[in-house]
Nanobody
Framework: QVQLMESGGGSVQTGGSLRLSCAASGYTFAYYCMGWFRQAPGKEREGVAFIDSAGISTYTDSVKGRFTISKDYAKEAIDLQMNSLKPEDTAMYYC????????????????????WGQGTQVTVSS
């Protein structure tokens, strides 16, 4: 049974930094796509970044240059380092995991992932 647990959310001012972590268990960590998603009130869930089994990462345009996703194989965890945070980054952040899709591989599309954490809140004030 896949289990994902996020930590590290909180409140910061504009320009601040936070580091989110997602501890994974219950599956072969190395083979899976791992992603970070976020959902603000009244908005759809948005893909932020993912990292594939080779350690290659992809980011949505709005976070490029500010966020970094990384994978710790020893800890079976992924992190999301968020710098230069903006009020529009305020959202509930979710970790997701799944095997690569045969059609699209890893993806920023939420409907590709079956396994989700409970989420951690990030609030950025101006």
């Amino acid at each position: 049974q896949v289990q994902l647990m996020e930590s590290g959310g909180g409140s910061v001012q504009t320009g601040g930094s936070l580091r989110l972590s997602c501890a994974a268990s219950g599956y072969t960590f190395a083979y899976y796509c791992m992603g970070w998603f976020r959902q603000a009130p009244g908005k759809e869930r948005e893909g932020v970044a993912f990292i594939d089994s080779a350690g290659i990462s992809t980011y949505t345009d709005s976070v490029k240059g500010r966020f970094t996703i990384s994978k710790d194989y020893a800890k079976e965890a992924i992190d999301l380092q968020m710098n230069s945070l903006k009020p529009e980054d305020t959202a509930m952040y979710y970790c997701a995991a799944d095997l690569p899709s045969p059609w699209v591989g890893c993806s920023l599309r939420a409907n590709v992932y079956k396994n989700w954490g409970q989420g951690t809140q990030v609030t950025v004030s101006s």
